[in-house]
């Protein structure tokens, strides 16, 4: 059909018209500038201590405004990514702790904002409308007496044995390099300096009786070396203040001293009030551990990476169990993957992730395992070229090819890189023999024999200064309802 010829120049000015309308009509419901500020900081209690799981909200301050939401990590760090420009407030709340709040936060640009938020308790004077949560009546446990722990030994090898004591360790400091990086350490506190201060909190523990006292006392009789005294000053704090921070402390003081079943109860009962807080679910699974269930100490680590699969601490402890373990886990081996992908630029990623990978091994020469492990490895040396343990196990790849030449240049820099590297002065030795090295042979098997019996000692010495637990269960049976 053709258009009138007197219709046409009047279409062409409608277009006309609608074309420089467009802008004007666009500009009115243009959307707002890209959010692209940063908001961040710590949460912290009166003391500095980090409050992993506390709840953070980001809400504009007009009446009708969004609010944002996240969770502190285990260090107590949160943050806001792509924030849109505004004035708004910052919350923080925890169980057991008043909130805190700044309010005519502004943000504008580009701005990477740090703002720290300290949380204090929830005294008897705080608003009867503010909630703590209630904690269990009475353990189903008693903590009685202590006892040398030298001669006790433990289930499983020496290997897993030592594992669960240097995951107990680790446990029990979950949460303090914050506070290190914010706060410079003191000069080291003489232990007459200590008594003195502890007996200035006992004095001010009985003109008022408040959790955060009997908190400090606790701190102060562990560093004293009186662990008893130390426990059940954790739980009278705990009982009277069931925060994060106190349940944690005294589940970890437990869990140190060897008594993973009184542990396994208060981090059950803490990750019940704290869902959120990724250092309990850690320290439920390291107690799990210790009391000899690998599987439930797999499911309870793996929960906790979930809950941020952002934070390493998860996969680092799994990684340190299945590397002590002679079975392969499923459930490990996909988080320790994940945390591979997840995180390609560290090392300890690649080298955990190659130990699994290695104990999935078939035996087979084409195996795709092998090849994997070993991309693995060399991709962890070259982000850490001091990683002792990653050029050992490239050097037992090898020596399972018959390659002892490659192999003895792997224990070599494994050696250079930790001297004290036990295995690998061990099956440097082994390997020196096989190829008609006897002098050498010699002379790394002696070093390691002299390393085994240095390390012998001091694991020795160190489970006699910290004593064991002696406790009773009311309820047997209470872990497995």
Do not use: C
């Not at 505004?86 to 936060?105: D, K, M, Q």
């Amino acid at each position: 059909m053709i258009a009138h010829p007197s219709r046409q120049p009047r279409a062409a000015a409608n277009a006309l018209l609608i074309v420089f309308l467009i802008p004007g009509l666009l500009q009115g419901q243009s959307p707002s500038p890209p959010a692209s500020a940063i908001v961040r900081g710590y949460v912290r209690d009166a003391h500095g201590i980090a409050v992993p799981g506390a709840t953070v909200s980001l809400s504009l301050e007009r009446a009708d405004g969004a609010t944002i939401r996240t969770s502190a990590g285990t260090n107590g760090s949160y943050v806001f990514s792509a924030v849109a420009q505004g004035s708004y407030i910052l919350r923080a709340n925890a169980p057991g702790y008043r909130e805190a709040t700044t309010t005519s936060v502004t943000v504008a640009g580009n701005h990477d904002l740090q703002i720290d938020l300290k949380l204090e308790l929830a005294g008897k004077s705080s608003s009867p409308t503010a909630k703590t949560p209630e904690f269990f009546d009475e353990p189903h446990f008693t903590v009685s007496d202590v006892t040398d722990t030298t001669s006790l030994g433990g289930h499983g090898s020496d290997t897993i044995v030592r594992t669960r004591e240097s995951l107990a360790k680790e446990t029990a400091s979950l949460g303090k390099p914050s506070v290190a990086a914010s706060h410079p350490a003191p000069a080291e506190a003489t232990e007459e300096d200590l008594r003195k201060e502890a007996e200035r909190t006992r004095s001010a523990i009985a003109h008022e009786d408040k959790a955060e006292l009997h908190h400090l006392l606790a701190d102060i009789d562990e560093k004293l070396g009186k662990p008893l005294d130390a426990v059940r000053e954790y739980q009278r704090a705990a009982e009277m203040d069931p925060s994060e921070p106190n349940l944690f402390d005294w589940g970890a003081e437990l869990l140190l001293h060897r008594a993973p079943q009184p542990a396994i109860e208060v981090f059950t009962q803490g990750h019940q009030l704290f869902p959120s807080s990724v250092r309990m679910l850690v320290s439920l699974g390291v107690a799990w551990y210790a009391e000899g269930s690998n599987d439930q100490a797999a499911q309870r680590l793996g929960e906790a990476a979930d809950l941020n699969p952002a934070d390493s601490v998860p996969y680092l402890f799994l990684g340190k169990i299945q590397s002590a373990e002679a079975t392969p886990s499923d459930a490990i081996f996909e988080k320790l993957a994940r945390f591979a992908r997840l995180q390609p630029d560290n090392a300890m990623a690649n080298y955990y992730y190659a130990m699994s990978l290695w104990k999935r091994r078939t035996g087979l020469a084409d195996d795709p395992n092998l090849a994997q492990a070993r991309a693995q490895l060399e991709n962890a040396i070259r982000l850490d070229p001091k990683l002792g343990a990653a050029y050992l196990q490239l050097g037992i790849l090898d020596a399972a090819k018959n390659d002892l030449p490659q192999a003895i240049s792997y224990y070599q820099k494994a050696v250079e890189a930790n001297p004290r590297l036990e295995e690998a002065h061990y099956r440097l030795a082994q390997a020196y023999r096989l190829t008609g090295e006897t002098s050498q042979a010699q002379a790394e098997l002696q070093l390691y024999q002299a390393l085994a019996k240095t390390s012998a000692e001091e694991l020795e010495r160190e489970r006699h200064e910290s004593k064991q637990f002696v406790y009773t269960l009311k309820d047997p049976g209470y872990l497995s309802h």
